[in-house]
C-alpha cells in the first residue's frame, strides 16, 4: 500500500497529481482513519454505519473533522511573557521578554514525554524521540535529564483529554 511507504503529506500530494492512485482514495482514506482511531473503532460495521451517517460516506472528511493525536512528532507550544526586570544603572523601568517552549510526545499505548524548555525545536527533538520506557536510564544526555513521562486518556465521544 502506497500510503504505508510514505507520509501521509506525500501521499495527498501524489493523490492531486495521479488520477490512478485517487480511483482507491477512498480505501486509503479508511485505513489512515482505522490507524488514527484504531482503538475507538474497532466494530466495522458500526464505524462504516457512522461514516455513512455523519461524515457523508466520506472517511476524509471524518479523518479531517475528527480530532485527533499523531504520534509520529512532536507538539510544541511557544508561550511569551513580559517579566519586570531589576532597575540597573540610569534605567528605571526595565523589562524582560521571555520566550520558552513546551514539547509534548505522544505514543499509542497512553504514555507521553513533556518538557518544558527555552530551547528551540531543534535543540530538543533528540530528547524527546526516545520511547518512555528509556527515560531516566543511568546513560542520560545531559538534556535528557529534564524529559518527563506522564500518561493520557482521549474520551473521543466527549472529546476530553486528560493527563497525568
Not at 462504516?48 to 455523519?54: D, I, Y
Not at 534605567?91 to 499509542?108: A, G, I, N, P, S
Request: hydrophobic share 35%; with cysteine.
Amino acid at each position: 500500500m502506497l500510503a504505508m511507504l510514505c507520509a501521509w503529506r506525500a501521499y495527498c500530494q501524489i493523490v492531486l497529481q495521479c488520477i490512478a492512485v485517487h480511483m482507491q482514495h477512498s480505501r486509503h482514506w479508511e485505513a489512515a482513519c482505522r490507524e488514527a482511531f484504531g482503538t475507538c473503532h474497532k466494530d466495522v460495521a458500526c464505524s462504516q454505519q457512522l461514516v455513512r451517517q455523519r461524515y457523508r460516506s466520506s472517511w476524509q472528511r471524518l479523518f479531517l473533522e475528527v480530532p485527533h493525536l499523531r504520534f509520529e512528532g512532536l507538539y510544541v507550544s511557544r508561550n511569551t511573557y513580559i517579566r519586570q526586570g531589576v532597575a540597573e544603572w540610569r534605567r528605571e523601568k526595565t523589562c524582560h521578554l521571555v520566550t520558552y517552549f513546551r514539547y509534548f510526545r505522544f505514543f499509542r499505548d497512553g504514555t507521553l514525554l513533556y518538557r518544558t524548555s527555552p530551547m528551540t525545536v531543534k535543540q530538543v527533538a533528540k530528547s524527546m524521540m526516545r520511547n518512555p520506557c528509556q527515560v531516566g536510564t543511568s546513560k542520560q544526555h545531559k538534556y535528557e535529564q529534564h524529559v518527563h513521562t506522564g500518561r493520557y486518556v482521549i474520551k473521543v465521544g466527549a472529546r476530553q483529554f486528560a493527563w497525568q
